[in-house]
């Protein structure tokens, strides 16, 4: 019944930009705060941000911080993630999930998520 769909995701020139989507279905979105997690080759899968439920606070992993930006529009169902300024450890599958704004635990099925790369 939930559904968690990333998409966005493409082959971006150093540096460059991309905005990703997370369209959820099958839950009360506007309820439940939402995670942006990432996983590249041989690495586990890395939490990067979070915003409450109505939009109104985000985190960010150091890693990112300045350079991503996560939102939400609850009337369309989705959360957003802009990525400015790639870097090399940025590429990796990108997933979303719902889960308590502070962490710890995630409350649904990942989905296939959506690949970040950098061209060569």
């Known amino acids: 019944q939930v559904q968690l769909v990333e998409s966005g995701g493409g082959l971006v020139q150093p540096g460059g930009s991309l905005r990703l989507s997370c369209a959820a279905s099958?839950?009360?979105?506007?309820?439940?705060?939402i995670h942006w997690y990432r996983q590249a080759p041989g690495k586990g899968r890395e939490l990067v941000a979070s915003?409450?439920?109505?939009?109104?606070?985000?985190n960010y992993a150091d890693s990112v911080k300045g350079r991503f930006t996560i939102s939400r529009d609850n009337a369309k169902n989705t959360v957003y993630l802009q990525i400015n300024s790639l870097k090399p450890e940025d590429p990796a599958v990108y997933y979303c999930?719902?889960?308590?704004?502070?962490?710890?635990?995630?409350?649904?099925?990942w989905g296939q998520g959506t690949q970040v790369t950098v061209s060569s």
């Open positions: 915003i409450t439920s109505a939009g109104g606070n985000t």
């Open positions: 999930n719902a889960g308590p704004y502070y962490g710890g635990t995630y409350y649904f099925s």
């Open positions: 099958g839950f009360t979105f506007s309820s439940y705060a």
